[in-house]
C-alpha cells in the first residue's frame, strides 16, 4: 500500500511536468537487484517508468455513478 501511494505522488507530480508514466509490477526482481545493485534486504516491488510521450493517449470513457457506486448493498449485474 505504501509503494501504491508513493507511487501515484510519482506519477501525479510527473504528470504536472508533461512527463508520462508507466508503473510495471511485472518484472525480474532478481535481475532488477543485479542491474541498480540493491542489497538483499531491499525487496523490489515496483518500477515507475518515465518520459516524455509523443502523444497522450486519450482517457477511457468514465462508467456512471449508478455503475460504480452501490448504498446499503451491492446492486450490480448477474
Excluded: T
Excluded at 36 to 56: A, D, F, K, N, R
Amino acid at each position: 500500500m505504501d509503494v501504491a501511494m508513493a507511487a501515484q505522488n510519482m506519477i501525479l507530480a510527473a504528470y504536472s511536468l508533461g512527463i508520462g508514466s508507466c508503473p510495471v509490477a511485472s518484472f525480474n526482481k532478481a535481475a532488477v537487484r543485479e542491474l541498480l545493485e540493491i542489497p538483499e534486504h531491499v525487496e523490489p516491488v515496483l518500477i515507475v517508468s518515465l518520459g516524455y510521450p509523443e502523444e497522450w493517449p486519450r482517457p477511457p470513457a468514465r462508467r456512471s455513478l449508478e455503475e460504480v457506486v452501490h448504498y446499503e448493498r451491492y446492486r450490480g449485474a448477474g
